[in-house]
């Protein structure tokens, strides 16, 4: 996985997406804004390129032993109760440490670090929210708001890092408009990639 991520950082630096911070004293203010949107543009694409990998190998240890066998039996009984209900963590349990075994093996999930969530990069939640949010749709009752309320107890994350979980959520659902406190940005400046002629 971090060879493949390497592989896409190299690859951005051979085509010039990726600039060194270099020196900027001897460039114009407007080559000074637009190399550091170069290189802003080249760190996101590091970012997006992890996401990429992520999107395609999600709990792809689910479909290999020793987790599969359990999946297959116990995903049609988890599917029938609401997360958090005693229903749903019986089932779970039965499950023995099967559960255990896969957050171990995922990053997505705060087990998988010693210092749980304090242990997480802002992919790894990007990639935990969206996980919530999927699960939340194929169960009974699935309430994402209510699953990340309660995972705030389970996992001791602060009310800053539940606000931003749950304005991905809107945001995902397409619902994050602006407020009175967030005005309406302004158009994007169409002439941003345009060079000075001067």
Sequence with gaps: MKGLLKHIVEALEEDGDVEEF???ADLSPDDQIRKHQARVKAIINVIIAELGIRAETH?????QEPEISKWREYIP???????GTEEYKKASKDMGD?????QKANRHHPE???DGIKGMSLV???ELICDWKAASERTNGGDIKQSVEDNQKRF????????LLLNTIALIEGKQAPTE??????????GYMERDSS
């Design 22 to 24: 270099g020196d900027y």
């Design 59 to 63: 709990d792809a240890s689910k479909l």
């Design 77 to 83: 009984t988890l599917s029938k109760f609401k997360y």
């Design 98 to 102: 099967v559960i255990g075994v896969h």
């Design 112 to 114: 998988f670090y010693k």
């Design 124 to 126: 790894d939640l990007v």
């Design 156 to 163: 001791g994350y602060s009310d800053d890092v539940k606000a």
């Design 181 to 190: 406190e967030t005005p309406e940005l302004a158009e994007p400046y169409s």
